[in-house]
């Protein structure tokens, strides 16, 4: 069936430096990527999207890069601050299909 | 403001109880799903609506069951045949019978077996 993984349970980091949240997903027919954040006790909120027509989009502070080649999803967050700690979910979605969820990455952000 | 609305924040069950857990938005949003998620794990997908009246088992769908009488409304019951009900059980919508759109979370019900 379709999966969507991550390389990295946790990804410890100091205040201050950028962190690289990766994702592989498995599907080649996907088309559409979001990343999501979750704090604990709280449901998932949106961070960045990109479609599979771009390899590269920024926000504020976040930039996700998308390697069709390699069906590689990364999320990089620049100058963490502890507010970033939380667990990111990487999700695949499939034309016409439901969105897929990755098992999570958990992100800690030490002052 | 627009959003998606879960109640009770924590809710308590005893053995062989049912319970029902509230998820309702006021998105406009034709799609609802209910995910079930484990300390430490990812989201697992109970039950998905993807219109009034209708409703799809997903990929943990035993002992839970759901009703879509209203677009706005997607109750999910947990059953005295869930074995192992304490989790985080996460309610989310989407704009179209896809998910192109992403999909909109609420802020989850803690539910724990005494």
């Known amino acids: 069936g379709e999966s969507v993984g991550l390389h990295l349970p946790t990804l410890s980091v100091q205040e201050g430096d950028n962190s690289i949240i990766n994702c592989a997903y498995s599907?080649?027919?996907?088309?559409?990527f979001i990343w999501y954040k979750q704090e604990s006790g709280k449901g998932p909120q949106f961070i960045i999207d990109i479609r599979s027509n771009m390899d590269k989009r920024q926000g504020q502070r976040v930039t996700v890069l998308l390697n069709k080649t390699v069906k590689h999803l990364s999320l990089q967050i620049a100058a963490t601050q502890p507010g970033d700690s939380a667990v990111y979910f990487c999700a695949e979605i499939p034309p016409l299909q439901k969105l897929v969820f990755g098992t999570g990455t958990r992100l800690l952000v030490s002052p | 403001d627009g959003g998606i609305t879960q109640s009770p924040k924590y809710l308590f069950r005893k053995e062989g109880q049912n319970v029902t857990l509230s998820c309702e938005q006021n998105l406009n949003h034709d799609a609802m799903y209910w995910y079930r998620q484990d300390p430490g794990q990812g989201l697992r997908l109970i039950y998905y609506?993807?219109?009034?009246?209708?409703?799809q088992k997903g990929d943990i769908a035993e002992g839970y069951s759901v009703s879509r009488e209203k677009k706005e409304s997607f109750p999910l019951t947990v059953t005295s045949a869930q074995k192992n009900p304490t989790a985080f059980y996460l309610c989310a919508s989407s704009i179209a019978r896809t998910a192109n759109y992403g999909y909109t979370f609420g802020s989850g019900t803690r539910l724990t077996v005494v």
């Open positions: 599907n080649s027919a996907s088309d559409y």
């Open positions: 609506s993807q219109i009034v009246n209708d409703f």
